[in-house]
């Protein structure tokens, strides 16, 4: 069965740093979405994304967050300057936009540790 | 805009017994998807169970049903003969047509032996 796959499973940065998560969705799927989850928190909104642009997003993405579908396959989330904060789990999800889909596939998550 | 509202932070149930978890949601649209999502100790996110609004039916899945009512805008999850492995964060879940998805705020399930 197709997945979504996210790498890498846990990322370790400096405060200030900047990281790429990176994420490939479900061949055929149009819509992608990204969330986070502070630890012990419920799963929250940031960003989604189709036709190579930004859909929606939510107050949480501010100018330090990007997002990015570089090569077709690959769907990323660039933070350029890492606070402690952004420290949490943050999941990637795909659905393929037909009307009678209407899942979202959520990956598996990346463990984003900021020190 | 929509809001999601799990007012159980935790639930307990013992082994082979059955348990509820409620959810309700706040949403003036006519068409949106509920679901409820599982959350291991691995914290990937695992669909339990989904339902559309325009569909009166309740959505069963093996061992997990949902009382759906679209009046009251509330959205259960009934396990039933629980195990072990059911022990996980549930999520309540809306999503209006391709739109992100609003979750609750969870409920930590433990079943005992």
């Known amino acids: 069965e197709p997945e979504v796959t996210q790498t890498p499973s846990h990322q370790v940065t400096q405060m200030g740093q900047e990281v790429i998560l990176r994420c490939v969705p479900i061949s055929n799927h149009l819509y992608f979405y990204w969330y986070r989850q502070i630890l012990g928190q419920k799963v929250e909104f940031l960003v989604s994304f189709y036709n190579n642009e930004i859909s929606e997003k939510s107050e949480i993405f501010d100018d330090q967050f990007s997002v990015e579908r570089p090569d077709g396959s690959n769907f990323t989330l660039k933070i350029r300057s890492t606070k402690l904060e952004d420290s949490a789990m943050y999941f990637c999800?795909?659905?393929?936009?037909?009307?009678?889909?209407?899942?979202?596939?959520f990956g598996p998550g990346t463990r984003l540790t900021v020190t | 805009a929509q809001t999601v509202t799990q007012s159980q932070p935790e639930m307990s149930v013992q082994e082979a017994e059955t348990v509820t978890l409620s959810c309700t949601y706040d949403t003036s649209e006519s068409d949106y998807y509920l679901f409820w999502y599982k959350q291991p100790p691995s914290r990937q996110m695992i669909l339990v169970i989904r339902q559309e609004a325009y569909k009166q039916q309740n959505a069963t899945e093996n061992r997990f049903s949902v009382n759906f009512q679209k009046a009251a805008k509330s959205f259960s999850l009934k396990i039933s003969d629980s195990q072990l492995g059911d022990a996980a964060m549930y999520f309540c879940a809306y999503r209006n047509s391709y739109n992100d998805m609003r979750f609750g705020a969870g409920t930590r399930l433990t079943v005992k032996p």
């Open positions: 999800a795909s659905t393929s936009g037909t009307v009678s889909s209407y899942e979202q596939y």
